[in-house]
């Protein structure tokens, strides 16, 4: 990094010119191996030459909570189970290594299950934004060569006026198949459960497949496990293509230089057809052994009463989370003693917004 508008552009954003003066001194093909032990909360040991799926079959035999969404949770032991049914599933479907499945879905415990269950067979995990139009969608699907959607069935219109795709199986699953009875389910994925004609139920699937009883052959450094979409602010959305070394390296960044523990609880607001959704807390708690609660769809007061009553401890999310927070008019009845790391991300967090939290809270 030797070009002088990098950073400039880093000055310029507040950086402390230590930070930059480090970060000058790598170069890209550099990425994997430039770690200063002296940034993390402990040592960290080597990148696993792993494929990522491997963090839920080292819990396989543990009953501790691992997801939590709309009141349901699930161990580490259930979550390993059900991903390989579905993996099971997938593979009799024709899934193959190499092969694209996406996924329609918002943060919900399906979600993790899905990514889990196609990264196991080898196959690549395609998330798609849950605001889609159809023309998007349809873009989507098409670009990826995805053979398989898995999708909620109050997403399904959308799909189905998709004119032309490659998909060949559909996969449905209601947001209340895993959701507590008393559950407050956000109106947009709340839709009464029915049959629809030509696809499978996940639900079925889970119950009918028996576990994977043996995964791919991954080659961790160069086979892929997800392809996240771009915006497409200056052109068409691309596929960031990521391979399980890619999510790894992200992992540990969370793991080790912030710190994330086996006794933290993440609030996952951010999306999970964004990277974000992946790299940032969730998969890190997981593989540290917390927990991670997934949130559908952003409600202050929801997320106010998640944080207390699981103690949340690790929040990752844009300002305007925060601005919700403090803008519900009860806040400062919630009690927020656990919160250890709040982080802000995905724009920059105006100094106001950064005192009045700290003000509130005194956690920053």
Known sequence: MKDPKIRAFFESIGYPRDWIDEGMKYRPE????????????????????????????????????????????I???????LSDRLANALQSMGVNKGDRVATFLPNCIQH??????????????????????????????????????????????????????????????????FAADNANIPKPFDVEKGEIPNTHTLTDLLKDYTPLK?????????DLCLMIYTSGTTGRPKGVMSSHKNLWANVWVARYLIGINENDVDLQIMPMFHCSGWDLAQLPTLYAGGTVILVPLFDAKECLEL??????????????????LMNYPEFKKYDLSSLRIPLSCGAPLPLAVKEEWDKLTGKY
């Open 30 to 73: 550099d990425s994997y191996v430039a770690f200063n032990p002296e940034w993390a909360e402990e040592p960290p040991p080597p990148l696993p030459n792993k494929p990522i799926f491997d963090m839920t079959v080292q819990r396989r035999n543990s009953d501790k909570t691992a997801l939590v969404c709309l009141g349901k949770e």
């Open 75 to 81: 161990s580490y032991r259930e979550l390993n189970d």
């Open 112 to 177: 993790t299950i899905a990514f889990f269950a196609i990264t196991k067979i080898g196959a690549i995990c395609v998330p798609n934004n849950v605001m889609y139009t159809p023309r998007e969608l349809e873009y989507q699907l098409n670009d990826s060569g995805a053979k398989v959607l898995i999708t909620l069935d109050s997403l399904y219109p959308v799909f189905e006026r998709v004119s032309k795709s490659q998909v060949e199986k559909v996969i449905i699953t209601n947001i209340r198949d």
């Open 214 to 222: 043996e995964y791919a052959d991954v080659d961790p450094e160069n």
């Open 307 to 324: 944080m207390q009553s699981y103690r949340v401890s690790v929040v990752f999310a844009p300002p305007t989370f925060f601005i919700g």
